[in-house]
């Protein structure tokens, strides 16, 4: 897949975590994706974004980064070299956030 357009910075990637994980695993480590689903809702972990084409699932945990302010901006904009590295290449894949401004196809 490749990536169009640009950050609007809307917050959306600082407000939880997003772990990209192996799908094949997933599912012969649960059996099926609801089971999956029950298991880590359990813990607060939601499968956000599932592609069977690159075997990948989105594991995200509601944690906010401490960087993000009120409004929804980072507070290390204008010290840019403190933000993880993560940060300056983000998004590496489809993540399903609404108010991105990149698009994949
Ligand atoms: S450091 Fe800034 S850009 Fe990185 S996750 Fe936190 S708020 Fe977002
Ligand atoms: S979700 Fe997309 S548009 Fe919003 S801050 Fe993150 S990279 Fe930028």
């Given amino acids: 897949m490749k990536r ?3 950050c ?6 600082c407000e939880s975590i997003r772990i990209t994980s192996v799908l094949s695993n997933l599912m012969s480590q649960h059996g099926s994706l609801d089971e999956a689903r029950a298991y880590y809702s359990f813990r607060g972990i939601e499968i956000s974004y599932v592609n069977e084409e690159t075997d990948t699932a989105c594991l995200e945990l509601n944690i906010p980064c401490d960087k993000l302010t009120a409004d929804k901006k980072c507070s ?3 010290r840019p070299e403190q933000k993880p590295v993560i940060c300056h290449h983000y998004p590496w894949f489809q993540d399903n956030i609404e108010t991105c401004g990149y698009k994949w196809k």
């Fill in 76 to 78: 290390l904009n204008d």
């Fill in 8 to 13: 609007v910075m809307c917050g959306g990637c």
């Fill in 4 to 6: 169009s357009g640009e």
